[in-house]
């Protein structure tokens, strides 16, 4: 996307490329200690959690499986409906397994605790959570999280994943929307 098509779009950038990639890695050290000796099946929440996905997933020294499971609680605007649907379920048994869920943002943790009682119930080993965002003074439920990159403000964010009306995953940043686009 040319910068010139979004930049007024943004009310500021809140985290660079730089920032991010450098809260990934440090990330991955925790988790790496964390899950020594073990293999991990990373759940990647679509469509969001693409970048954090795809950059965690590299960063990690540690042997690893990756699967998807795409859920939808906001349709097209900018207020969780609360309401969780499964558009695409997991390939993989989780019987046993350790698994990780990797996010974009928590907001209101509506999506998150549903889908770790849905991931809980399949006999999972164990279920953590890795989100690269979150925002506490959105929260509407408590969702224990392992792996929090960025406490934010509680402003409509895009970019990295994160979309507006399916806009802006593609932005190497994390920006602010301004408000006149969605207003
Ligand atoms: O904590 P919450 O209030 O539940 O919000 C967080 C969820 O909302 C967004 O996904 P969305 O449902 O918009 O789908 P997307 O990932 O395809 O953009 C985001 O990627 C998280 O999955
Ligand atoms: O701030 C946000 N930006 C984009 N998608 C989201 N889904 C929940 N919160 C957000
Ligand atoms: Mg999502």
Redesign the pocket.
């Known amino acids: 996307m040319e910068s010139s098509e979004i930049s007024g779009d943004l009310t500021s950038v809140l985290l660079t490329e730089k920032q991010i990639l450098d809260k990934i890695a440090e990330l991955s050290r925790r988790i790496e200690a964390d899950y020594a000796g073990e293999k991990v099946l990373l759940v990647g929440v679509l469509k969001?959690a693409v970048m954090v996905m795809a950059d965690l997933a590299r960063e990690l020294k540690l042997p690893i499986d990756m699967d998807w499971m795409a859920v939808s609680s906001?349709g097209s605007g900018?207020k969780?409906s609360g309401v969780v649907r499964i558009l695409k379920d997991l390939d993989s048994d989780l019987t046993g397994r350790k698994v990780l869920i990797v996010e974009d943002?928590i907001?209101s943790g509506l999506t998150l605790s549903w889908l770790r009682a849905n991931l809980e119930s399949r006999g999972a080993h164990s279920v953590e959570i890795c989100a690269l965002l979150r925002?506490p003074e959105a929260a509407k439920v408590d969702v224990d999280v392992r792996y929090v990159g960025f406490e934010i403000p509680n402003?409509?964010?895009?970019g990295y994943g994160?979309?507006?009306a399916e806009k802006y995953r593609n932005l190497r940043d994390i920006g602010i929307?301004a408000p006149h686009v969605y207003a």
């Open positions: 969001g906001y900018t969780s943002i907001d925002k402003e409509f964010v895009v994160l979309d507006y929307l």
